[in-house]
């Protein structure tokens, strides 16, 4: 074959580049407080200063990381500023970031434990060694009949637990048969929206969604899923699955997940448990008490993506009897057999969740651990959650001001008391200010702040700073 021009980028070239884009991100993570925390772009503004065709010809690496710092970063909403206080955060760390690029870099697909023993290895390893870190109870280590996996997100482990309690309470059969259309959901009115895409997804039907009411503090009410599984039972269907969520998207509730779970014993319910971004709390074994009542737990996430310095995607999915996953998510296509699968002495985690390829995740999540060591995750963790029960205090020094809800962690509801307008306006005015970036939810019908402190590097004058700015921007709504 004849001499062709390569287009690949050298190692040289690498090296160099390379260097330059980590330099791009410490200088980012430097100079972060300088942005505007909400983007300010306007719809279609990124796409108007795009050539309309991809180019013909490769463009030099200075022109594209040009292009990162004029065309894309006035689109980008700074997640990773330690003033982003909206949503539940993304988070990030500098080990994390290059545990990715070392993931990168490896770039296996580890379907099956042979594709790449290490990616599958580590992944258990580090999943077992988070079950002890968060005080799972020891059904959900490995080494009993159970065991965890990294998955995209809270989304996909809701999905795959509803479709193993699926298969469980049909005797695997809905699999080869289809839904029968009488398995019934219980979620509360605060459960996260994933659960009902899940129960769409998984055939159970919506109308088959049973939303149970919360008490005064947003919690689910075990009596009233009592009394509904008894109604349920009673018209013929087949209550299957309940979701008991440890802090709550909107305020932080937290399910009374033993009661729930002794409830689910008895009435032969599988029991998830979602503690998406609240679980990392439990690394302090002074919060860990969220976690009571897991031993009633058949499945249970939370996303070192949220709150442990991990950045996106990371969900941690622990599973009390993997046989039951594993019977409903499993197909072997010939071209997927080999010794080690046949061997039996081996975990293939493409069956432990929806796609067939996967990343090598586990890696960023090791990189963390061994950086921070449970030491230093549990100083940050519990930074964040002083800073909030500090913020509680001072939002209850404000007379102008009232909590909308217990804040037992890092998430604080709270309302001016001037209506719902008002605080609508003073959201809009804050995160217009581009210095901080909040969100809102409703509670009891109610426009409600949320202020969530999670970022990785937020400290306490970004908190205070932001408390000075709601109550400056306050005043000055009041005059106007
Ligand atoms: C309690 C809870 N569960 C699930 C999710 C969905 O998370 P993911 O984006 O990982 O699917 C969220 C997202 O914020 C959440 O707050």
Redesign the pocket.
Known sequence: MSEKKSFHMSPEEFRKYGRAVVDWIADYYENIESFPVLSRAEPGQLRASLPSQPPVHGEAFEAILKDVNTLILPGITHWQSPNFFA??PANASCPAILGELLSAGLGVQGMLWATSPACTELETHVLDWMADMIGLPGKFKSDSAGGGVIQ?????A?LCALLAARERATGYESNRVGCTGRLVVYTSSQT?S?VEKGVKVAGFGSDNLRVIEVDEKFALRPDVLASQIRKDRDAGLIPCFVCA?V???SSNAIDPVAEIGRLCKQEGLWLHV?A??SGTAAICPEYRHIHEGLEFADSYCF?P??WMFTNF?C?CFFVADRAALIKTLSILPEYLKNKATESGAVIDYRDWHIPLGRRFRSLKLWFVIRHYGVEGLRRHVRQHVELAQNFVKWVQADERFELAAPAPLNLVCFRHKAGDAFNQKLVEKLNQSGKLYLTHTLLKNQYIIRFCIAQTYTEERHVREAWRQIQETADALEKS
């Open positions: 949503f539940f995209d997100s809270a989304s996909g809701a996260h994933s969520t802090g709550t998207t979602d998406a971004m996303n993506h949220k995607d969900d």
